[in-house]
């Protein structure tokens, strides 16, 4: 079955500067990559995705991209802000539809 | 997108008792999950919610622990049996919506067997 990959586990970045989150799948039939945010004491929240018909994908100050021959996507976050503290957590949803998630990254956005 | 509405919560339960977590959708959507997250981990797939027949386990969970129903397109539940310390997770319903929408999640169930 897929099997994701994602690192760093925990990442610290300075106010303002970026932030970049990787992942790796396993299952060259996954077709679609989303990524959530959970906050503490809240459930995911999709921030965005991406699909394998596409390389990148842009929504403000985030944005993924895809590379389909490695297996890799990942997460890019520019002038990052106090709020984007949380957890992070890519995803790919697998040839049976379901969901598998990577094991998260904590991002700490230092002051 | 759709709001997931979950209840309880949070509870605090005694070792070998059961509860029933109830999952709303304010919407129709095609397909309901519940998830477990443990303290500080990812979310794991416990099961996908079928309506009108048996839901779909996967491996590590089974039916007489984690029975679960989906009477119509919109509701689901999910009861943790015979309740012991290790169940003690967050449980998280989400859904995709009509049209090969993403997949959104509720705010948990915080659970903890004492």
């Known amino acids: 079955g897929e099997n994701v990959e994602q690192h760093p586990s925990t990442l610290s970045v300075q106010e303002g500067d970026s932030a970049v989150i990787k992942c790796t799948y396993s299952d060259s039939a996954s077709n679609y990559f989303p990524w959530y945010k959970q906050e503490l004491g809240k459930g995911p929240q999709l921030i965005i995705d991406i699909r394998s018909n596409v390389g990148e994908k842009k929504d403000q100050r985030i944005a993924v991209t895809l590379n389909k021959t490695a297996k890799h996507f990942s997460l890019h976050i520019t002038e990052t802000q106090p709020e984007d503290s949380a957890v992070y957590f890519c995803?790919?949803?697998?040839?049976?539809?379901?969901?598998?998630f990577g094991k998260g990254t904590r991002l700490h956005i230092l002051p | 997108s759709a709001v997931i509405s979950q209840k309880p919560s949070r509870d605090i339960c005694q070792r070998g008792t059961s509860l029933t977590i109830q999952c709303q959708v304010d919407?129709?959507?095609?397909?309901m999950f519940w998830y477990r997250q443990q303290p500080g981990q990812s979310l794991t797939l416990i099961a996908t919610?079928?309506?009108?027949?048996?839901?779909?386990?996967e491996s590590g969970f089974v039916i007489d622990k984690f029975p679960i129903s989906r009477p119509n397109l919109t509701f689901s539940t999910l009861t943790v049996s015979n309740m012991s310390p290790e169940d003690s997770s967050i449980y998280l319903c989400?859904?995709?919506?009509?049209?090969?929408?993403?997949?959104?999640f509720g705010d948990g169930t915080r659970l903890s067997i004492l």
């Open positions: 989400s859904a995709t919506g009509v049209g090969n929408q993403p997949q959104h």
């Open positions: 919610a079928n309506q009108g027949s048996e839901a779909t386990y």
């Open positions: 919407s129709q959507v095609t397909m």
């Open positions: 995803a790919a949803r697998s040839r049976d539809d379901k969901i598998i």
